[in-house]
Every structure is written in C-alpha cells, then in structure tokens.
C-alpha cells in the first residue's frame, strides 16, 4: 500500500490484518485471513495473483449451501405436507403480476440503499468508487450471508472482494461497520414501532411475544457492545474482564482465546471509532438510509398482500395500509433476528404465519408466506448468486482493475 492510502484514515485505515468481528463464523474467518495475508504479500501497486482456496474450505463453503437448500426443503414440506401444493402453486399464479414486479423492483431497491451507503462513505474516505462496483459488493454480501448462520458470511466476503479491487481493509471495515450500526438501528427502531403498533393483535400470542422480546434483546446487545467498542475504552476492558470471569465460571474451554477474540473486536472499533466521532453527518446519514432502506425491505409485505386482493378469498379482507403491513413485517423481522438460521429459513415462514393471520384467511395464509418469501428473499439468492458465479467467471479471464481514484492525503469529504 502507499503512504498516500495510509493518510486517509489516521491511526484507523493501515492496511492491516483481518479485524475479527462478532459476524464472522470461524471458517469464512480462516478463509479470509489466509487470502488478505496472501495478497498483501504481492508487491505494491500490483493485484495480486488469484488464488484458489484450500479444497476442505471450499468443501465447507459448499456444505453451507447443501444445508441452506436442505432447509428450504424441509420448510416447504411442513408447510405443505398437508395441503395441495398444485392448488397453492395456481393461486400464487393467479396474483397480481404488477404488484410482484413491484415488489422484486424494491427488493433490489434494498440492495441499491445498501451499496449508495457504501459508496458516500468510501468517497468520504476518498475512494471514488462506482455505484455499481458497490452494489457489486453488497450482492456478493448478501449471498454470503443468505447460506451462513446468522448471516455470518457476508461481511467478511464483502471485505475480502473490496480488498481485491484496492480498497485496504481498515477502510472496507469501516464502510461495514457503518453499515451494521445503521443496520441495527434500523432494525430495532422499525422492529419496536411495529410491536408497539400492533401490540394488540400480537399479545394473543404468546410465543411471538417471547420470540420478539428475545430477537430485540439480542439485537440490543449487539447495538451496545458496539456503541461501547466505539465510543469508551474503559467501559469495553471492564466488559472484557467480565466476560473472562463468565468463562471461567463456567468452565468453559480455551477461554484465553475467546476472550483475546472479544477484545481484539473491542479494540478494532476504538480504531475505527476516531473517524466516526470526527465526521457525525456520515452516520447520520448511514443511519438515515438504512431506515428508508429497511422501510422499503418491510414494506414489500405491502405489495405480496396487494398482489392477492384480486382472489375471492380474500374479500373482507381488502382495507390494509402500507404502513400496517411495513410495520407488521418489521415485527417478523425483529421475531427471528435472534434465530441463527440461514437465511431465518423455516423461522420467517413461521412468524410471517403466526404475525399475518388477521392479513390473510386461512386458506391463503400459506400460499401469501409463500409469495412474500420468494419476492423478499429467494429471489434476492437467485440474483446475488448469479453475481457471484459472473464475477468469478470475470476474474477467471480478466486482469482486475481500479477504475476509482486512490485517495491523496486530505482527500474526501464528509
């Protein structure tokens, strides 16, 4: 890396090894340490060579999609065991085309936020990156992370293929540690606004209401221990030391490790915390997109919904606002975001079921999760799939390069 690379950020921005993050699986963690260390033993300025990634690593990549295609199966086949799924395919055929459309358009609206996110702060940093190589990256994250539990694998690979067209990864980090205090943010506020708003309804179950209390829980612990590993040192090594008398208590094995990892976490955020205190209208505004981002993502429960208006099962049922369903399906999400499924494979069909039922009568009921599903999400693996098989096929014949500008000392812009 140049001087000039390592000017942008003070003290936060080198070209470093890996940050361990508390997304990260311990596979896609390996994967990754071993190809930046690989790289970053090319010689400067050039790309480096692509390298193949040892066979059992690959092995298990392709084990993740075997489970995540097993568990789409199994869901389907509780869902439907009894009942006719050529009766259940006819009325998803029969919805409103127009209304689908609509609902694949915001989906990859969805995806656009999250990459224009990326983009503003990486030209903050002063990398000029396109659109369209950010977008790129949050495809390629978003299909990493629909196969890996708990959406694990998607930053890591994010930062690996940023790293790959010249970004160094203190600055990749720091776009999608922006990113996640955005997304977890969003998530809650949205997710809380939608509880409260329909809190009525939900309290006639009371599993969904043990599920959400849980899902919002954990989501809050996460939004604080990063706001902590950010924003006060003294805090965090107090957490860390608490954390290693828990282990111990416990028993549990390699405690030393564990705990060196949580610190490590810790200890990347402190870095990356003296930009973000500096430029405060940058998460604003990271935070500002993740929620028209998030609104957009639950508001295609609005669409699926008007999509199925035009079937005589659902008379009596017409009247719902694209707030209600926006802030019904921020409920399910925030339900099974503790679930560490991939993809909340199985637990979103569940939930959209238990949370919709006053939507839909029961005879639609299935078929609606169906449709939502295959909008909001299958369609979203199908795409970001696609774009990672393309883009490996490009690098396979093509000699990678950096058509955005290479930050000068003082350059970008908050």
């Known amino acids: 890396m140049t001087n000039e690379e390592n000017k942008v950020l003070p003290e936060n921005t080198e070209d470093r090894d890996f940050p361990e993050t508390d997304r990260m699986t311990e596979f896609m963690e390996d994967l990754i340490i071993d190809k930046l260390k690989a790289d970053d033993a090319a010689a400067p300025g050039e790309i480096p060579e692509k390298e193949e990634p040892e066979q059992p690593k690959k092995n298990r990549i392709w084990l993740e999609m075997l489970f995540f295609a097993a568990l789409i199966a199994l869901t389907i086949w509780l869902m439907f065991k009894d009942e006719d799924p050529a009766e259940i395919w006819q009325t998803i055929r029969d919805s409103n085309y127009w209304y689908i459309f609509a609902g694949l358009i915001s989906i990859m609206v969805v995806q656009g936020c999250e990459g224009l996110n990326a983009k503003l702060t990486l030209r903050a940093l002063g990398f000029d990156v396109p659109l369209r190589k950010c977008y790129k990256f949050t495809l390629i994250g978003a299909f990493f992370s629909a196969i890996t539990p708990a959406a694990s694998g998607g930053q890591p690979m994010e930062i690996y293929y940023m790293h790959k067209e010249g970004i160094p990864v203190g600055s990749a980090t720091l776009v999608l540690l922006l990113n996640l205090l955005g997304y977890q943010v969003a998530t809650i506020s949205l997710a809380t606004l939608g509880f409260l708003v329909n809190a009525y309804t939900l309290f006639t179950n009371g599993g969904v209401v043990t599920c959400f209390i849980i899902g919002i829980s954990v989501n809050l612990v996460a939004l604080f221990l990063l706001l902590v590993g950010i924003y006060s040192r003294r805090l965090s090594s107090w957490l860390v030391h608490l954390v290693l008398k828990i282990l111990v208590f416990f028993r549990v094995k390699n405690k030393d490790k564990l705990t060196a990892k949580f610190e490590s976490v810790l200890d990347g955020y402190h870095k990356d915390s003296v930009y973000i205190r ?114 490996a096929a490009w690098v396979n014949h093509h000699d990678v390069e950096k058509d955005f500008s290479i930050p000068k000392e003082g350059a970008g812009k908050a």
């Open 278 to 391: 500096k430029h405060p209208r940058v998460v604003l505004r990271v935070i500002g997109l993740a929620i028209l981002q998030f609104v957009i993502f639950f508001g295609i429960a609005f669409w699926t919904y008007m999509a199925t208006l035009n079937h005589t099962e659902m008379i009596g049922y017409e009247g719902k606002s694209f707030f209600e369903l926006m802030s019904m399906q921020a409920t399910v999400f925030g339900t099974v975001s503790a679930i560490p499924s991939p993809g909340s494979v199985g637990v979103s069909e569940g939930a959209f079921i238990a949370i919709m039922s006053n939507v839909y009568p029961e005879s639609m009921i299935k078929s609606a999760t169906i449709l939502f599903r295959l909008v909001s999400f299958y369609f979203l693996v199908i795409v970001s799939a696609a774009t990672v098989i393309a883009n």
